[in-house]
């Protein structure tokens, strides 16, 4: 036998005194190691073992769902951009911004996404909403036609006696497509009186419900909407903004309409809160920017006939949405404009000043 070495121990044998106070040494020597380590872990800073902090709740409204508005809150949610900033957002369908003006009034929203001048609309009344980030570049806003009418009507003005199709549910409510519509009349000389307004909602089945039930005459409507109207042969477009055959004479036409809205009061009250929400908005402007139409389609689990339009609508318009949710110092100009002359350059809408309701400090400016 080596000098020094231990004899072989069976397996039936029990550990010696020796072996056992060897283990018991070990094992000491051990926990003394991991609790120095834990020690040294929680005094370093950035380091320290913390429990994962709770997301927290946020409610958000927008007209939807699959508008090019609600697009940007809908992949938030799919891509999980919320959860990644700390907030677990719940999405609140509705058929136009005026009802969205309306759900956060009641709280039963603490954000909105949806058109700015309907905001603005509702700031001359009682100054309580504020502008956080831009979500569009641009307003892809359509005027459709019913397709039984196309030898009939051909001009803005042969709209004189027929039926619009709005947004809203409630006529009282101002939308940014109202806005929009209000405009083209006023451009071409016709009066409110002579013609009539009935919803028409802000989503593909109410849309298409009003043209296909001849509940409308024509409506208005925004992409990918008017996209399948067009491809399904329901509508056919009379004006448009936005788009690549726009003239471009409407004043104002390039308005930012999606944009994240809060009230003053609880950005105040939680402006850790609004900062998470402009976050959100912006990893998922980044994140869609980075890739391809077809994989944004992917993300949002589109098939069949919704898919079709929305992924011609972002291959069409790549530049449509906001690449980082700052606002710009020309569509701020442009959105004025568009408020100014969709009321009638009334005194209130030409004395209101977009400046007065931006809180910026998280999403930026730009030129």
């Known amino acids: 036998m080596a000098p020094f070495a231990r004899p072989l121990r069976r397996a039936s ?29 929680a005094l370093t800073p950035g380091l320290a073992l913390t429990q994962p902090r709770p997301l927290a709740e946020a409610a958000l409204v927008t007209p939807g769902p699959g508008s090019a508005v609600s697009f940007i809150p809908e992949l938030a949610v799919k891509i999980g951009a919320d959860r990644a900033e700390g907030v677990a957002l719940r ?30 609309q509702a700031n001359l009344s009682a100054p309580r909403f504020v502008a956080l980030a831009a979500i569009e570049n641009r307003a892809l806003l359509s005027l459709m036609v019913r397709s039984d009418l196309k030898g009939v009507v051909r001009r803005v003005e042969d709209l004189r006696g027929r039926v619009l199709g709005i947004h809203s549910n409630s006529l009282s409510t101002s939308t940014t497509g109202h806005q929009f519509l209000m405009l083209v009349l006023r451009e071409h000389g016709i009066r409110p009186d002579e013609v009539r307004f009935v919803a028409a909602g802000q989503s593909w089945d109410t849309e298409s419900s009003a043209l296909q039930s001849r509940t409308a005459d024509a409506i208005v409507t925004e992409e990918p909407f008017g996209l399948r109207l067009s491809l399904e042969g329901l509508a056919y477009p009379l004006v448009r903004i936005g788009h690549v055959d726009d003239p471009g004479t409407l004043p ?19 402006p850790r809160l609004a900062e998470s929400l402009v976050r959100v908005m912006q990893r998922t402007l980044a994140w869609r920017k980075t890739h391809t139409a077809s994989e944004v389609i992917g993300a949002l689990g589109l098939a069949g006939p919704e898919a079709r339009p929305f992924l011609t609508m972002l291959q069409q318009y790549p530049q449509q949405f906001s690449d980082d949710g700052k606002f710009s110092a020309v569509q701020l100009a442009q959105t004025e404009e568009f408020f100014r ?27």
């Open 13 to 41: 044998q029990p550990p010696s005194i020796e072996e056992s106070s060897m283990a018991v040494q070990n094992t000491r020597r051990s926990l003394l190691v991991q609790g120095t380590r834990v020690a040294a872990l």
């Open 91 to 120: 999405l609140r369908f509705v058929s136009g911004g005026g009802v969205a003006i309306r759900e956060i009034d009641d709280d039963n929203a603490q954000f909105g996404v949806f058109g700015l001048p309907a905001a603005m």
């Open 252 to 270: 104002g036409e390039k308005v930012l309409r999606g944009t994240l809205i809060a009230k003053r009061s609880l950005v105040a009250a939680q």
């Open 341 to 367: 002359k969709s009321a009638g350059d009334s005194p209130e809408a030409v004395a209101y000043r977009l400046e007065s309701m931006l809180v910026d400090r998280w999403a930026g400016r730009k030129p």
